[in-house]
């Protein structure tokens, strides 16, 4: 080898040792995704108690989860996925206050409304009557115009649940209904991954309780009705016409186009990171997968490979979840290898 050959040849091993890592350093060697959550430092303008039992949402033994009469049920047409856990979700408007409208279809929430949701495994899916652990609830509470968010734990005895901001894991198993033993090192958020998906334009904000996803049938007081019409009826939503609500499908429905049941599922499952107005390290990636963002606007086409790699490999959705979703995944993988 002359010289001028040695040469070049180190001079691509450097390279190569100086650049490789480099083009790695977004993905790490599984091409796993490598972001940290920062600490957020979005205004607030409460202080949450101590206890969830000061806020009185529910009647008779807590782990009964009756709602007391200031909250009302609602219940959304799609939903976020987290390690198979059963949902409640409560709203409180203050009494002479409501839900308002906006011109966009967006709802304006009042001053001092509460949202709230209970996280909960039955020991046995196949027999409710086993009982369930509660494990959390967590707050989304409007004050001064700014939303404040916050989890409370569940004690052992299930009788109240305590504020924790700083995250936790707690080991859960539990029967599916096809009787197959299941567990999950459960996960419970910490304050920076809420706001990590709960925001938008840098501001802490509801994600589930939309028009759009309330605007389905519901069983109250023993009769089917439209969950909208009966939250007007019940005076904490304004009066408009239902016509114009648009409606987000239930990806689980298997009588819906496949297309319209994988959209819902990123809306809820991806899209309120990967958005315009996202957290900035998600935003970034450009992709938008809300549900009425037109196909060729959404990324997915350019990203066909990346989605069904980090589904699979379970390194996306980001946070919120530790064991995969398989029904979730399918349904994502189906329809982006039907494009
Ligand atoms: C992985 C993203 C993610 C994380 C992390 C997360 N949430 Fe949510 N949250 C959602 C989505 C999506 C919904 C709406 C869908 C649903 O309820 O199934 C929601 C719904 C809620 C609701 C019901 C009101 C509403 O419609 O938004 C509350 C209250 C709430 N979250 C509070 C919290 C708190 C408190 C934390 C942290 C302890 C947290 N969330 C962490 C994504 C997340
Ligand atoms: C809690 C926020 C969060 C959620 C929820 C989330 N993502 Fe992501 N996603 C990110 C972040 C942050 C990145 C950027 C990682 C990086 O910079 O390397 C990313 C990157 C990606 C990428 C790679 C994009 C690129 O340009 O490299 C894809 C594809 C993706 N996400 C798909 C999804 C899908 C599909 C879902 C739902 C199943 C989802 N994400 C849910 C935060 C999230």
Redesign the pocket.
């Given at each position: 080898m002359n010289f001028k050959k040695k040469y070049f040849a180190s001079l691509i091993l450097v390279l190569i040792v100086l650049v490789v890592p480099f083009l790695n350093s977004c993905n790490d060697d599984n091409g796993g995704i490598n972001v940290t959550i920062p600490d957020f430092d979005f205004p607030t303008s409460i202080t949450f108690e101590q206890n969830l039992s000061t806020y009185n949402l529910f009647e008779g033994t807590p782990s009964n989860l009756q709602p007391s009469d200031d909250y009302h049920l609602l219940e959304?047409s799609s939903?976020?996925y987290t390690d198979y856990a059963k949902?409640q979700?409560l709203v409180k408007i203050p009494t002479g206050e409501q839900m308002i409208r906006n011109a966009d279809g967006s709802i304006d929430f009042p001053d001092g409304t509460i949202?709230?949701?209970t996280f909960y495994y039955y020991n046995d899916e196949r027999d409710t009557m086993q009982g369930k652990r509660i494990i959390e609830t967590?707050?989304?509470i409007k004050e001064l115009d700014i939303w404040n968010?916050?989890?409370y734990l569940w004690n052992q005895e299930q009788t109240d649940a305590s504020l924790l901001l700083e995250g936790l894991d707690t080991p859960v198993n539990w029967i599916n209904t096809d009787g197959i033993s299941r567990f999950a090192n459960y996960h419970?958020?910490d304050e920076n991954?809420?706001i990590?998906?709960?925001q938008s334009n840098n501001n802490m904000i509801?994600?589930?309780?939309t028009l759009r996803n309330l605007n389905r049938n519901v069983t109250r007081n023993n009769l089917s009705l439209n969950q909208i019409s009966y939250l007007q009826s019940e005076g904490i939503l304004n009066d408009f016409n239902l016509n114009i609500v648009p409606q987000i499908i239930d990806y689980n429905d298997n009588s819906v186009l496949l297309a319209n049941r994988a959209r819902a599922y990123m809306d809820?499952n991806c899209s309120?990171c990967h958005n315009p107005t996202a957290w900035e390290e998600s935003a970034e990636t450009d992709l938008d997968f809300r549900y009425e963002t037109p196909l060729n606007q959404t990324g997915i086409l350019d990203e066909i490979n990346g989605i069904e790699r980090l589904v699979i490999d379970g390194e996306m959705?980001f946070?919120?979840t530790t064991i995969l979703d398989e029904e979730g995944v399918n349904l994502i993988i189906q329809y982006i290898e039907n494009l």
């Open positions: 959304l939903i976020l949902k979700r949202l709230a949701k967590r707050l989304l968010i916050a989890t419970v958020p991954e809420c990590a998906c709960h509801p994600l589930g309780t809820l309120h959705p946070i919120g």
